[in-house]
C-alpha cells in the first residue's frame, strides 16, 4: 500500500507596516507631523497632495503619490523589518498592482486590496512558491502550490487549503480528484511513481469507499476500502492468473471465498489472513477434492472429523535424519586442492532466499565443480524433506566440511536471508521459534576451519557488520550492504535478491576472478538501486590474497584436470 502524503500548510502572511528604512534626505523638511514624520513635498490646504516623501525616527519611510495626506497612487514604501513595497496605493494602503519582498527574502507580486494579498499573485517563501489566485492573504480560488520537498498542488482553494478539484503530485505520485481541507476526499485517482494505480473513493487521503488497485505487477484488488485498507466483499486478480473473489480483511483473504491458482486447483470455502481456514475445499487441477479442516493452510482434519497429522510435528521428527544424511553425504578430500561449499537460506517466510541458495549450491556444484555441498534450509514447505537452517546444524555442518575437507582445500559459505540493524542474521522457520545469529556468534562457530581458506558471502541488510569479526588472512568476505545500509530483492515472488543476480546469475557468469565479479556486480546493484530511487547499499569486500591465489589455483587445476580428460577420452577414441 502506498503511503499517502501529509496535507499542505496553508501560508498565511501579515503586512506589518513598521519601520526601518533607507536614509532620510539631507534637505530640510517642509513640515513635520503629529506622529513625528518628516514630510518633503508638496502641501496644500494644510494636506500631503501630490509628489512627496515621509521618514520617520526609525528609518521607515514613504515616497510617491499622496492625496489629501495619504499614500495614494504610486508610491515605494520601506518598512522597519526591512521589508518593501513598490506599486499602487490607495487611502494609505497598499491596493492595486504591487510587489511586496520582506527581509528574509519572502516575496509576492500581484494584485493587492485594503493592505492585503487579493486576486492574481505569485508568492515566493523560501522553498515554496504559489501561483494564482488570493482573497485576504491566503490562496484562495484558482492556483498551483509548489513545496520545497517538490510536490506541488494545481485547482482550487479555499481559504488557504486545497478544496475542490485538484491534482496533487510528490515522489510519491500523483493523487487527482475531489479535495476537502488540504486532504483528498470523494472520488478521485492515485498513480504511484513505479506504476501502481488506484481509482475510486477516498477519506482523508486514504482509499475509502469502491475502488480499485492495481499493482506495478499487473495485480488487481477491487471491491470496498476502509481507511486504506480492502475490507469486505472484494476480488483480486494475479498477473500469474490467479483469481479471488470473497471477503477480506487488510488486504488479505478473510471470510468466505473461492480462490482459483495458477496451477489450476481451486480452494473454496474459509480464509483467514490470507491462508485457508477453517471449512473448505481444495480441488486440484486434475480434478481430485480434499475437503475438511484447515489451519494456516494445512489441512488438519478430513471430512469425516478425523485428526490429520501436523506437518510441523512430522517434520520435527525427520530433522535429525534429515541433517545426519547431508553430512554423511559429504565424501572426504583427496590430495587435490577442491572446492566444498555450504548455502543456507535463513528466513521460511520469504521463498526468495530458498530460491537464491538453491541456484548458489547448483552453480558451485556445477561451474566451479564442488566437490561436496550441505544446504540448509528453512522455508514453510520444506520442514519434512530438507535439514533446518539452525544455529546448531550450522555448527554441525562446519565441522563436518572441517573433518572432511582438507588444508589444501578452498570452503565456500554463502548465506541469505533477512539482516539486522545490530548485525543478527535472521534465523526464521514458520511456526517455530528459533534464535537469530549474530555476528559474534557466527565467527565462534566457524572456528573448526580455522586456518583453512574459505569465502563467506552474506546477502543481507546490514551485513557489512559481520565483516569486522569474520575477517582475516584466510577469510574472503563478501557482503550485500555496508554496516549501516538496507540491501534489496528480499521478496516472495523473486528468485533473487538485488546482490545474488548481480553476484551468482550474471558476475559470475562473466568471470572466474571473483574481485572482478565483485566489482562487476556492486556496479550492477548501483545501477539498479538508482533507477528504483533507492538509497545505495554499497556492497563490501574483505579479499586477502591468500585466499585469492587459493582460488586461483583451485580454477587452474580443475582447467588442467578438465584438458587432461578430455585428452585421454580423444586417445581411446582413437
Known amino acids: 500500500m502506498p503511503t499517502m502524503p501529509r496535507r499542505f500548510a496553508p501560508l498565511t502572511l ?16 517642509d513640515a513635520v ?31 510617491g503619490q499622496f492625496k489629501d495626506g495619504l499614500f495614494e497612487g504610486h508610491g515605494t514604501w520601506h518598512g522597519a523589518s526591512g521589508e518593501t513595497y513598490t506599486g499602487e496605493f490607495r487611502q494609505g494602503l497598499f491596493e492595486g498592482q504591487g510587489e511586496l519582498v520582506y527581509g528574509n527574502g519572502t516575496r509576492y507580486e500581484g494584485s493587492f486590496k485594503q493592505g492585503r494579498m487579493h486576486g492574481e499573485g505569485h508568492l515566493q517563501q523560501g522553498g515554496m512558491s504559489y501561483r494564482g489566485e488570493f482573497r485576504d492573504n491566503l490562496y484562495h480560488g484558482i492556483g498551483t502550490l509548489e513545496l520545497p520537498d517538490g510536490s506541488r498542488h494545481q485547482g482550487r482553494f479555499v481559504r488557504g487549503d486545497p478544496q475542490g478539484e485538484g491534482l496533487r503530485s510528490s515522489a510519491e505520485g500523483q493523487f487527482s480528484g475531489t479535495f476537502r481541507k488540504g486532504r483528498l476526499h470523494g472520488e478521485g485517482s492515485y498513480r504511484g511513481e513505479d506504476g501502481e494505480t488506484y481509482s475510486g473513493g477516498f477519506r482523508n487521503d486514504q482509499f475509502h469507499g469502491k475502488g480499485r488497485f492495481q499493482s506495478a505487477e499487473g495485480d488487481v484488488w477491487s471491491g470496498y476500502f476502509v481507511d486504506g485498507e480492502l475490507t469486505g466483499q472484494g476480488e483480486y486478480r494475479g498477473s500469474d492468473g490467479s483469481h479471488y473473489a470473497g471477503q477480506f480483511r487488510y488486504w488479505r483473504f478473510h471470510g468466505i471465498g473461492k480462490l482459483k491458482l495458477a496451477d489450476g486447483s481451486v480452494y473454496q470455502g474459509n480464509f483467514a489472513n490470507g ?11 486434475s480434478g481430485q477434492q480434499t475437503r475438511g479442516t484447515w489451519h494456516a493452510g494445512e489441512l488438519i482434519s478430513d471430512q469425516d472429523g478425523s485428526r490429520r497429522p501436523d506437518p510441523l510435528e512430522l517434520g ?14 559429504l565424501p572426504a578430500s583427496t590430495p587435490a586442492v577442491e572446492l566444498y561449499s555450504l548455502t543456507l537460506a535463513g528466513d521460511g517466510k520469504q521463498s526468495v532466499f530458498l530460491r537464491e541458495a538453491d541456484y548458489v549450491a ?23 524433506d530438507r535439514p533446518l ?25 554463502y548465506l541469505t536471508s533477512h539482516g539486522s540493524r545490530s548485525h543478527e542474521l535472521s534465523i526464521d522457520q514458520p511456526r517455530l521459534q528459533l534464535a537469530d545469529l549474530p555476528a559474534s556468534e557466527l565467527a565462534a562457530l566457524l572456528q573448526p576451519l580455522a586456518g583453512r ?42 528468485d533473487f535478491t538485488y546482490f545474488g543476480r548481480a553476484l551468482f546469475a550474471e558476475a559470475l557468469q562473466q568471470t572466474d576472478d571473483l574481485q572482478r565479479a565483485f566489482e562487476l556486480a556492486k556496479r550492477t546493484v ?22 585469492l591465489k587459493r582460488w586461483n589455483d583451485l580454477r587452474q587445476n580443475q582447467a588442467e584436470s578438465a584438458l587432461s580428460a578430455a585428452t585421454d577420452g580423444t586417445k581411446k577414441n582413437l
Open 14 to 29: 501579515a503586512l506589518l507596516l513598521t519601520a526601518c528604512g533607507d536614509g532620510e534626505p539631507l534637505l530640510p523638511a
Open 33 to 63: 507631523l503629529p506622529d513625528g514624520g518628516r514630510y518633503r513635498g508638496e502641501i496644500i490646504d494644510g494636506r500631503l497632495q501630490g509628489e512627496g516623501r515621509i521618514d520617520y525616527a526609525n528609518g521607515m519611510y514613504y515616497q
Open 316 to 329: 520435527l521428527l525427520n530433522q535429525g535424519q534429515l541433517l545426519q544424511e547431508s553430512l554423511a553425504a
Open 362 to 384: 547448483k552453480l558451485l556444484r556445477e561451474r566451479f565443480g564442488a566437490r561436496g555441498n550441505i544446504t540448509l534450509t528453512n522455508h514453510r514447505n520444506h520442514l519434512a
Open 453 to 494: 581458506d574459505k569465502v563467506i558471502v552474506i546477502s543481507a541488510c546490514y551485513s557489512g557488520g559481520f565483516i569486522p569479526l569474520l575477517q582475516d588472512d584466510h577469510t574472503l568476505v563478501m557482503t550485500a550492504a555496508r554496516a549501516d545500509r538496507v540491501s534489496f530483492g528480499c521478496s516472495e515472488e523473486n
Open 275 to 285: 491462508q485457508y481456514a477453517g471449512e473448505g475445499t481444495l480441488t486440484s487441477a
Open 389 to 413: 537452517a539452525t544455529r546448531e546444524s550450522l555448527t554441525r555442518a562446519v565441522r563436518a566440511l572441517a573433518e572432511r575437507s582438507g588444508p589444501e582445500d578452498l570452503v565456500f559459505i
Open 526 to 547: 548501483a545501477e539498479r538501486e538508482q533507477a528504483d530511487d533507492f538509497e545505495p547499499s554499497e556492497p563490501q569486500l574483505w579479499a586477502p590474497r591468500a585466499v
